[in-house]
């Protein structure tokens, strides 16, 4: 999209530059989708079925596509200058809202507003001022501009699709047509949304900086990771509340090594060569098929993983407590092994597949994993909970072990040139600072 140029666009909007990395206030703005995050599992933690998972993860499906609008707008601009912290504190605001209406997105609850009216207009609103900063952006550039306007007429299509899901079917007499018909409805949006994103093209991804680019996918799947230790620390009751026994040690050591394994699968390497990938592909139609096929379609299933993982846990730790419960837990069952197993699964496949697209490498060993955990799980959920938590964290640790052990020599380039470029950039900053301040 154009730039916009002139005196309006310095005072009102400033552009991105190639070298710009997170800011302060875009990691303030991500703090409302940690909230979101722990809410999203509320949709499937008390009544859990096929149904309500479904259903949480065309949630997830729709606060990602408006967290990735503002990845790409603090990637276009930047987001702590001129009016961008006013628009991004009122769409903050919208977001929380959004949040706080997810328990009645589908089904309104007594008292207060329609929760399902509430859902649609807080995504409403929370695209619509991004979109209005990308409108402002393309103004002056008539081609962007007709560009602009496809993709504003998205999140109406895709809010009326949430408006008619939350009010039509409840008004049919037949509840099994009527839950088909708004898990249809609410699919349609989604696939609106990302089907236009891959329609679009560079329309949609724009990527200036590669750098930020990366580190805010990269921090998202950190506080996701950070997610599953509070699932873990705050399910049913408080860790702090809990005896410190034997079970509860074990799952609270078990859970922390998972979440540890999947930080070690993605950080390790992974997100080091990926953000060099995208910095040396410089033609701007291939970088954007890269920043929205590995990033904003790849890293969605690791991040529904991470989740579902910590929907997985979220209870283990007062489980493991409670005084009836024998010494090693209940049989976890096909649901609660599907969403465990299946969590740490999807994330690791994710991974493997972004890793193949990114850096042309096959992870075998994380390959590996996926598969072992498909081939143990029927077993796994016929064993007690604590059991089949070892079974998964040693599966995790061994994908990952092995893959940091398969040393072939790119493990160590990455992560040298890594460290090259932040000794370089540090002495930069020193010399500037010496200069300047």
Known sequence: ?????????????????????????ELFYDLVFVFAFLNVTSLTVEHPSWGNLFRALLVLALLWWCWTGFAGLGNMVRADQGVLPLVGFVTVASA??????????FVDQPGGLNGPIVFAVCYFLVRAAQLAIFGWVARTDPAAFRRWLLLAALPVIATVLLLTAGQVPPRLGDRTVAVVLQLGLWTAAVLVEYGAGVALGSSYWAVISAGHWAERHALMILIALGESIIALGLGAKSISALPLTGPVITAAVLGVAIAAALWWAYFDTFSLGA??????????????????NAYTYLHMPMIAGIIFFALGVKDMLAEAAAPGTPAWGEALGAFWITVLYGGVGLFLLSLAACALLVLRSVRWPLLGAVAAIVLVAPGAARLP??????????????????????EDGRRRRIRQLALDEQVAIEEEQSRWRRQHL
């Open 275 to 292: 953000e060099q990938t995208l910095h040396r592909t410089r033609e701007p139609g291939a970088r954007a098929r890269l920043a929205r």
């Open 385 to 406: 909970e604590l059991l089949a938590v070892v079974v998964l964290a040693v599966l995790c640790v061994a994908g990952t072990a092995v893959e940091t052990m398969r």
């Open 96 to 105: 929380f809202l959004l949040v706080l209406s997810i328990p009645g997105a």
């Open 1 to 25: 999209m154009g730039n916009g140029g002139g005196s309006r666009w310095a005072s009102a909007v400033r552009p991105g530059a190639p070298g710009s990395r997170t800011t302060r206030l």
